[in-house]
């Protein structure tokens, strides 16, 4: 009976060390997206589970690899994922993931949520070392609960809800951490894309998702003033 003790206890080991390592991210100490996904199945089932959805991405991340290279680049995603990783893994003892290129994701009980925005300030300006070169970046937040309203929202509905608050505390700036609400989702930008046909020029802009013209299209050009029919 102790050999199968002994036994299943290992295979238990075992399967643990596998999780740990099929869930580890390639470029930061962090979790990657197959545990991100994982975690989110259980957001808010019950109080043991966490119920805020933070989401957080860097900013500028294009023109730091255009200036400086891939490599540059994946060095402050490593920088980023170490900060999570000290300050909310070790320090708060939360989970956060790194889930694709420069976007980040944490999972928290709403009673740590302060202090994940207080400290969250850091990335108003982080450094991040490479080569003899020191970059600075930065990475806005934004979040929701599964406790807003009566019903729990689903955990794609949740990722949804915490980006479009994400997109409104890239406009507030980096360190930022911004709350989803109704309201928000108002105020969340659409890309409306358009080439002229008389002068060939191509206009885009960002248009609040409330007054988005029904045939989502403009209605001349900026240019040439040729109305578009
Ligand atoms: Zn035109």
């Given at each position: 009976m102790k050999h199968i003790q002994e036994a299943?206890?290992?295979?238990?080991?075992?399967?643990?060390k596998t999780l740990e390592l099929v869930y580890q991210d390639d470029k930061t100490p962090l979790q990657n997206n197959l545990a991100f996904q994982d975690a989110l199945t259980n957001i808010g089932r019950n109080p043991q589970h966490p119920d805020v959805l933070v989401c957080g991405d860097l900013n500028g991340f294009k023109s730091i690899n255009d200036q400086f290279g891939h490599d540059?680049?994946?060095a402050v995603i490593a920088q980023a994922g170490r900060i999570l990783q000290t300050l909310f893994v070790d320090g708060l003892h939360i989970r956060a993931f790194h889930i694709s290129g420069d976007e980040f994701a944490l999972l928290l009980?709403?009673?740590?949520?302060?202090?994940?925005?207080?400290?969250?300030?850091?990335f108003a300006k982080a450094p991040?070392?490479?080569?003899?070169?020191?970059?600075?970046?930065?990475m806005s937040f934004g979040y929701a609960s599964t406790d807003h309203g009566t019903q729990i929202?689903?955990?794609?509905?949740?990722?949804s809800r915490a980006e479009i608050a994400l997109q409104i505390a890239k406009q507030q700036g980096a360190g930022c951490c911004v709350g989803w609400s109704e309201e928000l989702s108002a105020q969340?930008?659409?890309t409306l894309r358009q080439r002229c046909p008389t002068c060939n020029t191509t206009t885009s802009c960002s248009v609040p998702a409330d007054r988005l013209p029904t045939n989502k299209?403009?209605?001349?050009?900026?240019?040439?003033?040729?109305?578009f029919s």
């Open positions: 299943l206890n290992k295979l238990y080991q075992t399967a643990q540059a680049g994946d009980p709403k009673q740590q949520l302060q202090a994940f925005i207080q400290q969250a300030q850091v991040a070392r490479h080569e003899k070169e020191t970059i600075l970046f930065g929202p689903s955990p794609p509905e949740l990722k969340k930008l659409e299209q403009l209605k001349s050009c900026p240019i040439c003033e040729q109305p």
